[in-house]
């Protein structure tokens, strides 16, 4: 009796020793790794998709701000001695810098934005590496006409035109609260009379994308793309 007991001791004992082998250290680790990667990488796709979102309020509060300006009696200052109450305030969006856009006093009120007749209120620049991936306006006939160089007709792009647009301005005038939307091609020169425009933005890891509409009647609205494709982005 006292035999068994002493071996079931030393049994024991040498079970109570034992650890984990190499080969199981080896796969915890692993899957350890796998699970914190997963959660890394849902943690940077959520943090893109958020700041992308947030990047296109941001937008359509500045043309939302825009239209209030317009809509008051707000001074422009012009210089140190002279400030106008009778300009008109606007958003420029350039596609030669998709990282920038311009909110700025129109002081000839022509919808456009000229630096050396116009006042610059604020350089607003995109943070995080979130790009201003497209730009586009649509007429009554629904033709696009886009910063891409691309054109279409019935909200598709269809062909490449030689020289796509170059700015887009979307300005307001007291005491009208519509949106006077016009686009700029060095190459074709202005258009004017749109009845949309459409920004559409991008993540900086280049996975999503988000649209902001502006309607000639003042209307601003936040969307996903409803197509993306060879072509490019159509936001409806």
């Given at each position: 009796?006292?035999?068994?007991?002493?071996?079931?001791?030393?049994r024991l004992?040498?079970?109570s020793?034992?650890?984990?082998?190499?080969a199981?250290?080896?796969v915890?680790?692993?899957?350890?790794?796998?699970?914190?990667s997963?959660?890394?990488?849902?943690?940077?796709?959520?943090?893109?998709?958020?700041?992308?979102?947030?990047?296109?309020?941001?937008?359509?509060?500045?043309?939302?701000?825009?239209?209030?300006?317009?809509?008051?009696?707000r001074?422009?200052q012009?210089?140190?001695?002279n400030?106008s109450?009778?300009?008109?305030?606007?958003i420029?969006?350039?596609?030669?810098?998709?990282?920038?856009?311009?909110?700025?006093?129109?002081?000839?009120?022509?919808?456009?934005y000229?630096?050396?007749?116009?006042?610059?209120?604020?350089?607003?620049?995109l943070?995080?590496?979130?790009?201003?991936?497209?730009?586009?306006?649509?007429?009554?006939?629904?033709?696009?006409?886009?910063?891409t160089?691309?054109?279409?007709?019935?909200?598709?792009?269809?062909?490449q035109?030689?020289?796509?647009l170059?700015?887009?301005?979307?300005?307001f005038?007291?005491?009208?609260p519509?949106a006077?939307?016009?686009?700029?091609?060095?190459t074709?020169g202005?258009t004017?009379g749109?009845?949309?425009?459409?920004?559409?933005?991008q993540?900086?890891?280049?996975?999503?994308?988000?649209?902001?509409?502006i309607y000639?009647?003042?209307?601003i609205?936040?969307?996903?793309?409803?197509?993306?494709?060879?072509?490019?982005?159509?936001?409806?």
């Amino acid at each position: 009796m006292k035999r068994t007991f002493t071996k079931l001791s030393r049994r024991l004992n040498k079970n109570s020793q034992g650890g984990f082998s190499l080969a199981e250290l080896v796969v915890v680790v692993a899957i350890f790794i796998m699970i914190t990667s997963a959660i890394l990488i849902r943690q940077n796709t959520f943090s893109s998709d958020i700041s992308l979102t947030n990047l296109a309020y941001q937008i359509g509060l500045s043309i939302r701000q825009a239209q209030v300006y317009g809509l008051s009696v707000r001074g422009t200052q012009i210089d140190s001695s002279n400030t106008s109450f009778n300009a008109a305030y606007g958003i420029n969006f350039n596609a030669a810098n998709k990282t920038t856009y311009i909110f700025y006093g129109d002081l000839d009120t022509d919808g456009l934005y000229v630096a050396e007749n116009d006042k610059a209120i604020s350089n607003n620049i995109l943070a995080k590496g979130d790009t201003i991936q497209n730009a586009c306006i649509v007429g009554s006939k629904e033709p696009l006409t886009c910063f891409t160089g691309y054109s279409g007709v019935g909200g598709n792009l269809a062909q490449q035109i030689s020289g796509g647009l170059d700015s887009i301005d979307i300005t307001f005038k007291r005491p009208n609260p519509d949106a006077i939307i016009n686009g700029t091609s060095l190459t074709n020169g202005p258009t004017s009379g749109a009845t949309r425009a459409y920004i559409s933005v991008q993540s900086a890891n280049k996975t999503k994308i988000k649209c902001i509409n502006i309607y000639a009647t003042g209307q601003i609205s936040v969307i996903d793309p409803v197509q993306t494709d060879y072509w490019g982005v159509i936001c409806q």
